[in-house]
């Protein structure tokens, strides 16, 4: 059984940062983008980077120059370092890939657990 967890997240002050992991584990064929999803208090979970297997990276304009996103493809693994945090940041992180498990042919999401994000003072 194919499933991501995160790690990391928790509480800081604005300006300060934090950062992000997830792993995934189980009978993996491949493993396409790898990203992060966040959910604000009372809102829609958003997008905030994506990271094609080749290494390319995408973000969202609200974090674009504070959050950087990586990947180690032998450890099918992905993170987020969040610098220049901001009270807005706050929010539950989902790790997200796509990802085909060894009885299938073709790719499908799969999500994190979630890691609760708080940037106050």
């Known amino acids: 059984q194919v499933q991501l967890v995160e790690s990391g997240g928790g509480l800081a002050q604005p300006g300060g940062s934090l950062r992000l992991s997830c792993a995934a584990s189980?009978?993996?064929?491949?493993?396409?983008?790898m990203g992060w999803y966040r959910q604000p208090p009372g809102k829609q979970r958003e997008l905030v980077a994506l990271?094609?297997?080749?290494?390319?990276?995408r973000y969202s304009d609200s974090v674009e120059g504070r959050f950087t996103i990586s990947r180690d493809n032998a450890k099918n693994a992905v993170s987020l370092k969040m610098d220049s945090l901001q009270p807005e940041d706050t929010a539950i992180y989902y790790c997200?890939?796509?990802?085909?498990?060894?009885?299938?042919?073709?790719?499908?999401?799969?999500w994190g657990q979630g890691s609760q994000v708080t940037v106050s003072s």
């Open positions: 990271i094609a297997s080749g290494g390319t990276a």
């Open positions: 189980g009978s993996i064929w491949s493993i396409g983008a």
């Open positions: 997200y890939a796509m990802i085909a498990p060894l009885s299938e042919w073709d790719q499908s999401p799969y």
